[in-house]
């Protein structure tokens, strides 16, 4: 998912720890509520790392940080419908206020926020709005393992771990070349915005993704969570993912 649903990171169900600002799905009745930044405060991107701390009470991945960034990034044009995107926009806007919600960086030169993310797996609100979409995802990224990871989560037990909503407006970044979403199997990152017409700039980036990866609204990318990933400032627009 994208704007509305951000990114979709599908993780085994074994989270014993939720760090501060992500939230996580334990289980189905047991949820670790995420922490709602206030809106005068803005959390550099560079302070988004991992700390050994964290991880050491994270699920130890099923696939290693060198295998991860290996694998391709498997671009599936268009996999979003324009209704199912604008249900997404429209149930992010009615839930906003009832979701962990967290501002990342701002602009440099006016220091306006430039990126906002709203936590749509917040009391399972997302999974239960959207089931039918949510196993649409998780079976894109199954599919995508078996066909071009190594099939490395054949037999987990896979749920989202957390469904995010980005807004990322001018000046808009993650600057971290060595990001990895921790702690999960599968990432799916769905765009909700028009490249070109809607946002410039904001080129997703990882080792070996030939071209763009995102070229028109409802594009969806998979990748093992493990793999290194940034993206790059938007300079015009609002870029949803």
Same mark, same amino acid.
């Given at each position: ?13 074994? #989270? ?7 939230? !996580?799905? +334990? =289980? /189905? %009745? $047991? @949820? #670790? ?7 005068? !405060?803005? +959390? =550099? /991107? %560079? $302070? @988004? ?14 696939? $290693? ?177």
């Amino acid at each position: 998912m994208a704007a509305v649903l951000g990114r979709s990171v599908l993780a085994a169900p074994c #989270a014993p720890h939720t760090p501060a600002s992500t939230p !996580s799905l +334990v =289980d /189905d %009745a $047991s @949820i #670790a509520s995420p922490s709602i930044v206030d809106d005068a !405060s803005i +959390v =550099d /991107d %560079a $302070s @988004i790392v991992d700390d050994d701390a964290s991880l050491s009470l994270l699920p130890a991945p099923l696939l $290693s940080d060198d295998a991860a960034n290996r694998c391709p990034v498997v671009k599936l044009p268009r996999f979003l419908g324009v209704a199912e995107v604008a249900a997404i926009h429209a149930f992010a806007d009615e839930v906003g206020d009832l979701c962990g919600a967290q501002r990342k960086c701002a602009d440099a030169a006016t220091g306006e926020p430039a990126w906002d993310t709203l936590y749509l797996s917040t009391d399972l609100r997302f999974n239960r709005r959207f089931p039918a979409l949510v196993a649409k995802l998780l079976g894109a990224a199954r599919a995508a393992d078996a066909a071009t990871f190594g099939d490395f989560g054949r037999g987990a037990a896979l749920r989202p771990r957390v469904i995010e909503y980005h807004r990322v407006r001018r000046g808009g970044e993650l600057r971290h070349e060595h990001h990895v979403d921790s702690g999960s199997c599968y990432t799916v990152d769905c765009m909700l915005a028009r490249p070109d017409d809607d946002f410039s700039g904001g080129d997703f980036v990882a080792e070996g993704l030939e071209g763009r990866a995102f070229d028109d609204l409802g594009d969806v990318v998979v990748f093992p969570s493990h793999k290194r990933h940034n993206v790059r400032p938007v300079t015009r627009g609002e870029r949803s993912v």
